[in-house]
């Protein structure tokens, strides 16, 4: 833990593991900020490096959300009643298909079946999920490559730019395969939730070191000294 997401601070923590520790490491699961690639790769070569699904697929919704956002824009600019189509969908298009029932599942249906741009981002991003269900990495590549293709004829430039970033990070991505699929940053992401709620408790903390303390012991569990009174 560090109080920024820095390079440095990632070097420190690793220090403090220890090179043994370190040496040891069979696999890392990272998102793809620089900062994370540009350490994991000298100081942990021997290990897996896994882009995480988690961050992925985070970054399909937000293009997807970016699409609908940008079109409800142009719509309501030239009066078109198509507008109302994409009107309170913002979190029905950020679950799965399957996931959304009843009145909200029947706008889904009724935006998927019309030529809106945002029902074609929703549609490629949903695809995509499929991809996950690969075991072969030969396999994987090939749906990404194909995937990618109808991302950049989309002609939607947050899918474009999602597309660009894929073939960027490729081999890391596919290394989720190689992985088996049994390792993601989820537990990760959840305990930064908690400690999210921490340290918006903790806003009266002024210093790192005081809001580390209030985390080791929420997060741990660690034991509270005996007070001489009990306040109510």
């Given amino acids: ?48 490096h896994v882009l995480d699904r988690f961050h992925i697929t985070a970054h399909l919704n937000k293009a997807v959300d970016e699409v609908r956002r940008g079109e409800v824009s142009r719509l309501n600019a030239a009066g078109d009643t198509n507008a109302a189509k994409l009107k309170k969908m913002r979190w029905n298009l950020l679950k799965k298909k399957g996931r959304v029932r009843g009145k909200a599942r029947q706008r889904l249906d009724l935006l998927l079946r019309s030529k809106l741009a ?16 690969y075991q072969s990495v030969t396999w ?10 109808r991302a950049m004829r989309s002609r939607l430039a947050p899918l474009k730019k999602i597309a660009r970033m894929l073939r960027r990070h490729e081999p890391l991505i596919l290394n ?18 908690k400690i999210r709620v921490i340290t918006k408790r903790a806003s009266g903390f002024r210093t790192f070191r005081a809001m580390e303390v209030a985390l080791y012991h929420t997060l741990g569990r660690l034991p509270e000294p005996t007070a001489t009174h009990k306040f109510c």
């Fill in 1 to 48: 833990m560090g109080p920024k997401r820095t390079e440095a601070a990632l070097k420190a923590g690793l220090n403090q593991l220890g090179a043994e520790v370190v040496s040891g490491v069979e696999f890392v699961c990272t998102d793809r900020w620089r900062a994370y690639l540009n350490v994991v790769r000298p100081r942990m070569s021997q290990a897996l």
């Fill in 118 to 133: 945002t029902a074609r981002a929703w549609m490629l991003q949903e695809s995509f999920q499929h991809f996950w269900k």
């Fill in 140 to 149: 994987a590549s090939k749906f990404m490559a194909a995937w990618c293709q």
């Fill in 176 to 193: 989720w395969f190689r992985a088996k699929g049994e390792i993601s940053s989820g537990a990760v992401e959840g305990l930064n939730n």
